[in-house]
């Protein structure tokens, strides 16, 4: 929109605004109030390119009410979408704390590259892939069609959703991440440029169109007669994503030599700096601020402001919970108060509450955070009987917790929440059975879960043990005793001074 | 509100709108600007939990102005509030780095802690002691009385207040926090766990219901006969409380061994990291910026608008005059460009202004500021003289500078500035003695010192007693020896590879 | 704006609001839209210190809608001046984790000083010259005149930018960190503390004041027929200003004891922590969407908000595009994944992005950010050459890139996006020739390139060589050799437990 525009608008505004009086039973009150709430509306269904650029700048849509909530949603959105990249500065910390100090720039590259390659892979095919519609508009319920490369297409008269790419980029690059952790200390790079870009330009992004996007068969934002999946922020589509495809590499690459013993028991590799773990930890939560409430897609409405506070709270004690109980846990079990396990049971608590936290009450967001905690403990013991070797345990906290998130929600979302957040228009009334619902939500989320798994475990599975047949996923043993900073990266991450 | 709702307000908006016409001066075109006005108002009496959702959806409420002013407040509060919580990232990194490398986990694990405890404490208790009302919807000027586990009750329709309660837990954390790092390197955890709930569930929220409370004898955001004390964001309210809980602890727990040599001269026990100090201030400093502009608890009106952006500006003058009075005195006195003098006068200039931040001009936050670095330093000499060790200096940081920052509003706060932030519809109108004000403000400002160092001290320093008898509160001579990360945490916090 | 005097607003707006159904063509209900464009436009000009309190509260600028969008404004840009003021903690990590252990606390006091000294430097002059206008309203277009010390003064009825105060202050900041990397490990702190207020105070408002203030004789904000520099986020305003200060102090000090061999090849001198340089880098990557975005100074109006989330994928696409770049050209050319390239890819991606993000294609800007990684090298490796040492090349990131962005942008600039961003009320209407504009805009890019390596260089080069002749640039060698933190900073960064 030009200002110059904007000055012929007004006229028209005037015009209508007049006109207005003419026919006091006329519906155009009606917009600002509607124009709110839709907008928040056509956000969600992901089919709408909905800038405010592509208006049709017809009297309705110039209404000065609708474009100042254009703008805040905008202003909330994209900061959401920057907290939402902040995540990778706290997985970089997270993952470069939990490794052993010889293999700290190995992680770290990827973790840059993750949002870097992520970005383009995004760019050139993943936001199509998930969000693109062809020249009429249309995308099947399986995969997008169009708007690669951010090109125009007729249908929607150019590329305008600039906000909801960011915002969907930075999700990508968090489940590329995700799986980096599960393969960290023994992964050759050219492998890892090769599933992160596989990942976050097509395995990722279906998974996307198939929960979020309007047209997605399981997607709860579009029709009303189709599967309805309640995962707002994606505990499946993002956690499970990135957890399930990290446990097919690390299943794929083996565990770092020397992790379990002669007797089979796993030998402690401990991370080399827990400063580093805390405050990766903490930029991960606060940037699930971003995750959580940002996922509203919208603020200026008021049941979307609501929304969006309630998200914050329910997720803050869903993570406080996951950390209390791991705690409690782990000095219950062992006498020891460990500080890795409790910033992982933040993790598990943050994971566990993004599928449901629009239609959960406070109490149950605590039994959500708990029950991930324990789920990550018995997750990470089950994977050490297995000889599976995750050093980030981001099976247990994203794929594991990131299950446990999606099936909670089918038995505790409230009818009156689900209403709220899933009501008009995309008339989803399906609640949790212990609310007394009738299941069927329950079986659309074990239905995301297992999908999830297959898709995700297939796809993943069979690229990982090409890319091992091969002999391009697993660095040699030499340089993985020497590191692969020294080995690959040129040095050292750390060179002290002699004192 | 539902969608589906809102399209049936949409109706009843059309109605009243064009009834309008027929009254040429109803009252209803002020409900815009009123509304907006309103909202901030309400807000800030804490009675109210004023959610959108709580609204009574007449005619006059849904007006489509009220609405997005609403949704831009909740945004700009949730966004304050991720920043309020990121300094907890902030406080662990800090810490962290001001403490010997042998006690990094003990005091990361606290600084998690504090965000996980206290919002378990601040959920069952601490919400409803600071903000909760009766089924009456009435509470005491001492405490509050309601609302514990976010409940429902009948004044208030249920519990809505998502953003209020997102914020205030932050701060709660904050409290709690600045406390741990008085008593690091030396309290048994179970004695933290203990002052940790301790604090955020009662000592805390008891303080903030008298000051900011609507219903609270001190509060200024209340009826206009009452007492009214002007702190802003909390320089008593939270940094008080969490400096003079952490004085009471450093007493009783005693210096960390070694810390004053034979001849009763403190030995310096650098910090091992300087890099993480720094971080931690910075994020510090930034997450202020949810602190203090997010305390004005609202923007979509213009009052609020300017004071936002006015405090942030105020803030970073005192900030930056802390720095280099700091950097200045420690040159004078040592000849040496003191890194961590800077950080601490840093957040000695930060916590200067917090009280009074919307009523002090550029010139005063500068002096405020500069006279909160010398107050640091005085204050830290002066600990050390008396033996007490707080390897932090919170607090000298948090209580002497917090003191300073009550009174100095009592000094320099300007009639009109008091007026624009205090006024309608609070009706406080004293102002700063230096500018011809009665001195009412600054007895009053003077009484909340007193208050709250008698309160939390006797409270605090009780509890601290009473684990110190009982045994729970020092750590033993060997585990203090060892590092409390071997004896209590299951290993250190750094494993480098030999190389 | 006192409510009480809202409430009395109100009754004048009603008044307005009512008359105007007497003349069904009068103008005022144009006023809602209007306002919203007319906030953002006048907010541009820098002339105008728009907060809400400045407003004649005539029945026009009561409009509700207006002060909502004055709201959004400010909570938009507050918290942009927050992000990029979060940039200073990015290159505090960044620096710190780049130049060897034993000077680490030095650059840190720096990185923390340039936020103190530059908020005291700008608060008493730089804001002055930057945006400052007389008693009249009037300054020249070469510098400012006023407002110093945020004085009043009758043209503006008192100091009210608040929220340009601290977005500028931001900005200044981060000019002055930029030179202290240039110059890292062998310069006297008080040469230090002499550039950074000279920087701020003076030399780099004065650039400010050409491009950016109304008044400017480069700005495209101004009047229609002046000079219209494209410079939208400042890679020639802030980062050609810091990166060419660097490297004229870099030239004047000379290179790191020990920096070239006998036979006069660079000696590696690695930083000491890769793990800080890949948080300053993320925190950077973050800050910078507040750089970019938030320099259109307003999203309220549908303008402002597509081009703000445009601005941020452009941005993204550019750092993605840098960063990937560094990595296929270091392992193309040395056969190492060179996690530092990456992140100085990443850094100039998004320098080189900074000057032409509103106006260019999003493919243009993977070619923007490709190329700035190429430059990136190649200055590096002629600075090498010419035995010039850069410890963190500040010079190549911010002075090389910026010039390549400023001159990326008279070639690539699309006439429609300029129209967009520059057009009413500016009249700008010059694009990249590459699109097949008449030349004029690139003329003018080149100049501000000219011109501000002229003035930087001349004046930041005069002052370096002063202190040069003076004996204050230079450490001692010993100082050197023992490390600054040892000889001027009272210890080690660095104090870890024997275990």
Redesign the interface.
Known sequence: ????A??A???L??FF??LQ?LF????F??L???N??GV??EFRTGKSDL???D?DYGAFS?D??A??????N??????S???V??M??GF??LC??SV???N??NI??K???D??????AF?FFGWGVAYGVDDDGEASSFIGAGSF??SKNKANGGF?D??G??FQ?AFAAAAATITSGAMAERTQ?AAYLGYSFLLTAFVYPVVVHWVWDGNGWLSAWGDENKQAVIDFAGSGVVHMTGGVAGLMGAIMVGPRTGRFGPDGKAVPM???????V??G???L??GW?GFN?GSQLA????????V???V??IT??A??????TA?GLHYAL?K????IA??NG?LAGLVSITAGCPVIE??AA?LAGAGGAVILWATGKLLLKLKIDDPLEAFAVHGACGAWAVIFTGLFATEGYV??AY???WGKTEYGIFYGGSGALLGNQILEVFIIFVWVGAIMGGFFYSMKVAGYLRSSPEEEAL?LDES??????????K?
Chains 1, 2, 3 share one sequence.
């Not at 474009?67 to 805040?72: D, M, Y």
């Not at 690959?488 to 001074?497: C, D, L, V, W």
């Open positions: 929109m030009q200002i110059g904007a000055s608008r007004g006229v505004f005037v605004a007049h009086l006091a039973a006329s519906p009150s009606r600002a109030v509607d709110i709430c928040a509306a800038s405010f650029g208006y110039m000065a009410t474009e100042l909530a254009n703008g805040l905008h202003a909330y959105m994209l900061i979408a920057f907290l990249f902040f990778q500065a970089a910390m470069a704390g052993r100090s010889k700290v720039m770290l590259i973790n840059v590259l949002a870097c390659v992520g970005c383009m760019y490369f951010l305008s600039w906000k790419f960011i980029w790079f401990p991370g080399h700096n827990a400063a580093l805390v405050l930890t903490f930029i939560w606060v601020y409430p603020i200026a409405d008021g049941a979307s402001a609501e969006t506070a309630r914050a709270v803050t004690l993570a406080a919970a996951g950390g209390v705690m062992y020891v108060w460990d500080l409790v910033c933040v406070p109490y605590v209403a709220q009501g008009a228009p590191g690959k990266h040129g040095g050292s991450a750390y060179n002290m001074e004192i």
